[in-house]
C-alpha cells in the first residue's frame, strides 16, 4: 500500500474546525504558560495612561481563529451576511474577510497593531464602500483598539502583498485623506523605493516599524511581479497573500516563484512560523478538490491557515511545474504555470484521497 | 356498485369538445400574420458588480409579442442566467427551460410563471384551469430544470421527465434525432426534433407563429461545449437543412456569454456589463457552420458569434493570466 501524502491534520482538513483535540482544555498542559505574559497589559489594574504592551514572546503570541468563515449562499443576491468578517485572532491582530457574494475573490485583509501603529495588509477587491465598507470597518476596529489602549491617536499603514492584483488593491482608496495614514504605493518602482528596496529587490528585506512589533517586509514575486509577504515576529504569521495560500495559485514567472518559495523557507528555517496566512480560500477540506473561479457559495471551504511546513510541498511542487504549462494539484493548493485561471488537470496525487464533496443540488 | 365521474349537475347543456376557453373568448388565429412580428429588449438584466446589491427581479420577464414570453433569470440568482421562454396557444401553454433555482423558497419560477400565465389568460378571455401547460426543456442539464420540481402541484401540468427515454417518449418520437414532431398548442404548430451534440439529450424547438429556432445549448452565443463532435456536426446540417425550407426569424440560444465586442465572459462570472444580444441570425447560424466543416482537431474556434468548443472540457474559457510576466 502506498505511503498516504496526506496528513488530514497537517492540512487542517479536521472532521470540524470547532472541535479541537481537547474541547474542555488539556489537563497535562501548564496552568500558567510562558505566553500568557503577552496578554497580562490588555486589562490593566489602574485604567489611567496609556497602555504599553509587551509584544515580545517566546513562541507565538496566543491567538486563535475559533469562528467559521462565512461561506456564501446558494443565491448570492439573498445573502444577507455582514460584508466584511471581522475576526479577533488576538487583542492586537484581526481578521477581515470579503463577503463572498460581494466578491467571488473574498480576499482576506490582516490588521495588525503595535504601540506606535497599526498596519493593514491588503484592501480588498471592491472600491465601492457602500458595498465592502473596509474604511468603517477598521476606523471602528482602531477606535474600540485605542479606547482599550488609551491612545489618543494611532498612525495607520495600508500596504498590499501585491500593489497590482486587483483582488487586494481595490479598497485602498477609501483611506484617501484619511488622517495620520500612510499609503503604500501602487506601482512596482514608487513601492520599491517606498521600502527603501530600490537597490536590493528581491533579495533585500525592510522593516515596518509598529512599536515593538518590527514587521519584515520580504519580496516575494511570482505570483505577482509586485508580490510581498509580510512577517509578523508576534504572531509569527507569514501574510503571503496570492503567493501561497489554499487556492488556485497562478504562477506568473515561474522562476520567481521558485525562488521566492526559497526565499521563504531559508526565512521559515531562520525564524519562528506558526502559520502561512494567504490572501483567499479556494480549496475545499477534501485535499485536492478547489472551488470554481467566481463561486459565490463555498459550504465546504478548507481553512486558511497553511502549516508552515506545506512550504516543502510548495517548492517542490514549484521546481515540478518550472518551464512546463501546466496545472498541478496539490492536497492543499493547485498550481497553475502558463496556463488559464480555469485549467483543470486529470493528474490527482496518489496516496491522497480522491473525494467529491456534494453539490447544492 | 360503480358510480360516474361526473353527475348530472357538472355536464354542460351543451356537451362537447372541451376547451380552455370561456364562452365570450374568440379563438386566437396564431398564423394570420407570420412571422408574428415582435421584439427583443435593447438590453437584458446582466448582473451586478457586488451580487448581495443587486435590486434586480430574480427573473426578468420580457413578452416578445402579445401570446410569448422570454424570461431571463438573474446573473446574480445563478452565474448561468439561462432564458425561458413561454409560448400561449389556444389550449396549451409551453414552457421551455425552467431556469437554475429548485427551491421556492429561493426565488419561485413557478409563482413568475403562474403571473404570466393568469395575465395571459385575463387579457384573453381564457380560464387559468382550462389551460394546460407543458414543462419540457432544451436538453438534461440542471441549469435547464432545476425549478421543475415547483411546478408538481400545479393544476393541468405537465412535466418532462429527467431521462432521455422520458423526454424522447414525452414527444412521441420513434425516431430521435431526425423525426420531426408538431406539438399543436391550439392554433400554433411547435416543431421539435433532436439536436444531440453538446449532450446527447437535446432538442431543437421551433416556433410556427414567431418563426424563433430555438437550439438550447448546442447553438448560443457563447461557448457551444460539443462534447460529440460527429452528433453536433449532424444537428448542425439538419438546423441548415430545415433554415433551407422554413423561415426563421431569429435563432436564439439558453445564454449569453459574449461581449457587444467579441470579449469572451469568463465561466462563472456574476457580471456581463456589456453583454451581445442573445439572438442569433440565420445569417449566423450558417457561418458558423462554414466554420464548422473546417474543423478536424479539438480546440475553440471563434465564428464571429459564438465559440466553437470543440472536445473541451465543459468550463473552458479563453482567458489568461492577467498578470504574467517575464
Given at each position: 500500500?502506498?505511503q498516504s501524502q496526506y496528513d488530514p491534520t497537517l492540512s487542517g482538513n479536521q472532521q470540524s474546525?470547532?472541535?479541537?483535540?481537547?474541547?474542555?482544555?488539556?489537563?497535562?498542559?501548564?496552568?500558567?504558560?510562558?505566553?500568557?505574559?503577552?496578554?497580562?497589559?490588555?486589562?490593566?489594574?489602574?485604567?489611567?495612561?496609556?497602555?504599553?504592551?509587551?509584544?515580545?514572546?517566546?513562541?507565538?503570541?496566543?491567538?486563535?481563529?475559533?469562528?467559521?468563515?462565512?461561506?456564501?449562499?446558494?443565491?448570492?443576491?439573498?445573502?444577507?451576511?455582514?460584508?466584511?468578517?471581522?475576526?479577533?485572532?488576538?487583542?492586537?491582530?484581526?481578521?477581515?474577510?470579503?463577503?463572498?457574494?460581494?466578491?467571488?475573490?473574498?480576499?482576506?485583509?490582516?490588521?495588525?497593531?503595535?504601540?506606535?501603529?497599526?498596519?493593514?495588509?491588503?484592501?480588498?477587491?471592491?472600491?465601492?464602500?457602500?458595498?465592502?465598507?473596509?474604511?468603517?470597518?477598521?476606523?471602528?476596529?482602531?477606535?474600540?483598539?485605542?479606547?482599550?489602549?488609551?491612545?489618543?491617536?494611532?498612525?495607520?499603514?495600508?500596504?498590499?502583498?501585491?500593489?497590482?492584483?486587483?483582488?487586494?488593491?481595490?479598497?485602498?482608496?477609501?483611506?484617501?485623506?484619511?488622517?495620520?495614514?500612510?499609503?503604500?504605493?501602487?506601482?512596482?518602482?514608487?513601492?520599491?523605493?517606498?521600502?527603501?528596496?530600490?537597490?536590493?529587490?528581491?533579495?533585500?528585506?525592510?522593516?515596518?516599524?509598529?512599536?515593538?512589533?518590527?514587521?519584515?517586509?520580504?519580496?516575494?514575486?511570482?505570483?505577482?511581479?509586485?508580490?510581498?509577504?509580510?512577517?509578523?515576529?508576534?504572531?509569527?504569521?507569514?501574510?503571503?497573500?496570492?503567493?501561497?495560500?489554499?487556492?488556485?495559485?497562478?504562477?506568473?514567472?515561474?522562476?520567481?516563484?521558485?525562488?521566492?518559495?526559497?526565499?521563504?523557507?531559508?526565512?521559515?528555517?531562520?525564524?519562528?512560523?506558526?502559520?502561512?496566512?494567504?490572501?483567499?480560500?479556494?480549496?475545499?477540506?477534501?485535499?485536492?478538490?478547489?472551488?470554481?473561479?467566481?463561486?459565490?457559495?463555498?459550504?465546504?471551504?478548507?481553512?486558511?491557515?497553511?502549516?508552515?511546513?506545506?512550504?516543502?510541498?510548495?517548492?517542490?511542487?514549484?521546481?515540478?511545474?518550472?518551464?512546463?504549462?501546466?496545472?498541478?494539484?496539490?492536497?492543499?493548493?493547485?498550481?497553475?504555470?502558463?496556463?488559464?485561471?480555469?485549467?483543470?488537470?486529470?493528474?490527482?496525487?496518489?496516496?491522497?484521497?480522491?473525494?467529491?464533496?456534494?453539490?447544492?443540488? | 356498485?360503480?358510480?360516474?365521474?361526473?353527475?348530472?349537475?357538472?355536464?354542460?347543456?351543451?356537451?362537447?369538445?372541451?376547451?380552455?376557453?370561456?364562452?365570450?373568448?374568440?379563438?386566437?388565429?396564431?398564423?394570420?400574420?407570420?412571422?408574428?412580428?415582435?421584439?427583443?429588449?435593447?438590453?437584458?438584466?446582466?448582473?451586478?458588480?457586488?451580487?448581495?446589491?443587486?435590486?434586480?427581479?430574480?427573473?426578468?420577464?420580457?413578452?416578445?409579442?402579445?401570446?410569448?414570453?422570454?424570461?431571463?433569470?438573474?446573473?446574480?440568482?445563478?452565474?448561468?442566467?439561462?432564458?425561458?421562454?413561454?409560448?400561449?396557444?389556444?389550449?396549451?401553454?409551453?414552457?421551455?427551460?425552467?431556469?437554475?433555482?429548485?427551491?421556492?423558497?429561493?426565488?419561485?419560477?413557478?409563482?413568475?410563471?403562474?403571473?404570466?400565465?393568469?395575465?395571459?389568460?385575463?387579457?384573453?378571455?381564457?380560464?387559468?384551469?382550462?389551460?394546460?401547460?407543458?414543462?419540457?426543456?432544451?436538453?438534461?442539464?440542471?441549469?435547464?430544470?432545476?425549478?421543475?420540481?415547483?411546478?408538481?402541484?400545479?393544476?393541468?401540468?405537465?412535466?418532462?421527465?429527467?431521462?432521455?427515454?422520458?423526454?424522447?417518449?414525452?414527444?412521441?418520437?420513434?425516431?430521435?434525432?431526425?423525426?420531426?414532431?408538431?406539438?399543436?398548442?391550439?392554433?400554433?404548430?411547435?416543431?421539435?426534433?433532436?439536436?444531440?451534440?453538446?449532450?446527447?439529450?437535446?432538442?431543437?424547438?421551433?416556433?410556427?407563429?414567431?418563426?424563433?429556432?430555438?437550439?438550447?445549448?448546442?447553438?448560443?452565443?457563447?461557448?457551444?461545449?460539443?462534447?460529440?463532435?460527429?452528433?453536433?456536426?449532424?444537428?448542425?446540417?439538419?438546423?441548415?437543412?430545415?433554415?433551407?425550407?422554413?423561415?426563421?426569424?431569429?435563432?436564439?440560444?439558453?445564454?449569453?456569454?459574449?461581449?457587444?465586442?467579441?470579449?469572451?465572459?469568463?465561466?462563472?462570472?456574476?457580471?456581463?456589463?456589456?453583454?451581445?444580444?442573445?439572438?442569433?441570425?440565420?445569417?449566423?447560424?450558417?457561418?458558423?457552420?462554414?466554420?464548422?466543416?473546417?474543423?478536424?482537431?479539438?480546440?475553440?474556434?471563434?465564428?464571429?458569434?459564438?465559440?466553437?468548443?470543440?472536445?473541451?472540457?465543459?468550463?473552458?474559457?479563453?482567458?489568461?493570466?492577467?498578470?504574467?510576466?517575464?
Open positions: 500500500m502506498p474546525a470547532t472541535s479541537p483535540q481537547y474541547p474542555n482544555g488539556n489537563p497535562d498542559a501548564s496552568y500558567n504558560p510562558a505566553t500568557a505574559r503577552n496578554t497580562d497589559s490588555c486589562v490593566p489594574i489602574h485604567n489611567t495612561g496609556e497602555v504599553v504592551h509587551n509584544y515580545s514572546s517566546n513562541g507565538p503570541a496566543p491567538g486563535k481563529i475559533a469562528f467559521r468563515w462565512l461561506y456564501g449562499s446558494n443565491v448570492a443576491a439573498l445573502n444577507r451576511d455582514p460584508r466584511i468578517q471581522a475576526v479577533q485572532y488576538n487583542e492586537d491582530t484581526y481578521i477581515l474577510r470579503q463577503n463572498v457574494c460581494v466578491h467571488w475573490e473574498a480576499p482576506f485583509t490582516y490588521l495588525l497593531f503595535g504601540n506606535a501603529g497599526a498596519l493593514l495588509i491588503d484592501s480588498g477587491a471592491t472600491p465601492q464602500s457602500a458595498y465592502y465598507p473596509l474604511r468603517d470597518t477598521v476606523d471602528q476596529i482602531i477606535t474600540r483598539w485605542s479606547q482599550i489602549r488609551r491612545r489618543k491617536s494611532v498612525p495607520l499603514t495600508v500596504v498590499m502583498t501585491s500593489g497590482e492584483d486587483i483582488a487586494q488593491n481595490q479598497g485602498l482608496g477609501q483611506f484617501t485623506g484619511r488622517t495620520a495614514t500612510t499609503l503604500a504605493p501602487k506601482a512596482l518602482a514608487e513601492m520599491k523605493r517606498f521600502y527603501n528596496l530600490g537597490n536590493s529587490w528581491p533579495s533585500g528585506t525592510a522593516r515596518i516599524d509598529l512599536g515593538d512589533r518590527i514587521v519584515e517586509v520580504i519580496p516575494t514575486p511570482g505570483a505577482h511581479k509586485d508580490g510581498i509577504t509580510f512577517y509578523d515576529p508576534y504572531n509569527d504569521f507569514l501574510h503571503t497573500g496570492d503567493l501561497i495560500f489554499p487556492g488556485k495559485i497562478n504562477i506568473s514567472n515561474d522562476t520567481d516563484y521558485v525562488a521566492s518559495l526559497q526565499r521563504l523557507k531559508h526565512w521559515e528555517e531562520t525564524h519562528p512560523v506558526k502559520w502561512v496566512m494567504g490572501g483567499h480560500i479556494e480549496m475545499q477540506f477534501v485535499p485536492g478538490k478547489a472551488y470554481p473561479r467566481f463561486a459565490t457559495y463555498k459550504p465546504y471551504e478548507r481553512l486558511l491557515q497553511l502549516e508552515p511546513v506545506l512550504l516543502n510541498d510548495a517548492l517542490t511542487a514549484a521546481r515540478d511545474v518550472v518551464g512546463k504549462q501546466m496545472a498541478m494539484v496539490r492536497p492543499d493548493f493547485v498550481l497553475l504555470n502558463g496556463v488559464s485561471p480555469d485549467q483543470k488537470t486529470s493528474v490527482f496525487p496518489s496516496g491522497v484521497p480522491n473525494i467529491n464533496a456534494p453539490r447544492p443540488f | 356498485m360503480v358510480v360516474p365521474f361526473a353527475s348530472a349537475a357538472l355536464v354542460t347543456a351543451e356537451p362537447g369538445p372541451q376547451t380552455a376557453t370561456t364562452p365570450s373568448a374568440e379563438r386566437i388565429d396564431f398564423m394570420a400574420n407570420v412571422p408574428a412580428p415582435g421584439a427583443f429588449p435593447g438590453k437584458w438584466i446582466c448582473g451586478s458588480p457586488s451580487c448581495m446589491d443587486n435590486h434586480d427581479p430574480p427573473v426578468q420577464v420580457h413578452w416578445y409579442n402579445e401570446h410569448t414570453a422570454f424570461l431571463r433569470q438573474n446573473k446574480a440568482y445563478s452565474y448561468e442566467a439561462p432564458f425561458m421562454h413561454l409560448y400561449f396557444g389556444n389550449d396549451r401553454i409551453l414552457m421551455l427551460d425552467q431556469g437554475f433555482t429548485t427551491l421556492r423558497t429561493d426565488w419561485a419560477l413557478r409563482d413568475v410563471v403562474d403571473d404570466c400565465i393568469g395575465k395571459w389568460c385575463l387579457r384573453h378571455g381564457r380560464r387559468v384551469e382550462n389551460m394546460e401547460l407543458l414543462l419540457a426543456f432544451s436538453h438534461l442539464h440542471s441549469d435547464h430544470y432545476a425549478a421543475l420540481n415547483q411546478f408538481i402541484d400545479r393544476p393541468n401540468t405537465r412535466c418532462m421527465g429527467l431521462t432521455h427515454e422520458e423526454m424522447v417518449g414525452f414527444w412521441g418520437m420513434t425516431n430521435y434525432p431526425e423525426e420531426r414532431v408538431a406539438l399543436d398548442l391550439g392554433g400554433r404548430n411547435i416543431l421539435i426534433w433532436g439536436s444531440p451534440g453538446h449532450v446527447i439529450s437535446e432538442f431543437a424547438y421551433y416556433d410556427t407563429s414567431t418563426q424563433i429556432l430555438y437550439t438550447g445549448d448546442m447553438f448560443y452565443r457563447g461557448r457551444c461545449y460539443i462534447s460529440f463532435w460527429d452528433k453536433w456536426f449532424d444537428s448542425m446540417t439538419r438546423l441548415i437543412d430545415f433554415a433551407d425550407t422554413h423561415p426563421v426569424a431569429h435563432v436564439v440560444g439558453c445564454h449569453v456569454e459574449i461581449s457587444r465586442t467579441g470579449e469572451d465572459y469568463p465561466y462563472g462570472v456574476t457580471y456581463q456589463p456589456d453583454e451581445a444580444p442573445m439572438q442569433l441570425t440565420v445569417a449566423e447560424l450558417r457561418k458558423a457552420y462554414e466554420v464548422a466543416k473546417t474543423v478536424t482537431r479539438p480546440g475553440i474556434y471563434f465564428t464571429g458569434s459564438v465559440f466553437l468548443c470543440n472536445q473541451t472540457r465543459g468550463t473552458t474559457t479563453s482567458d489568461t493570466n492577467p498578470y504574467a510576466y517575464s
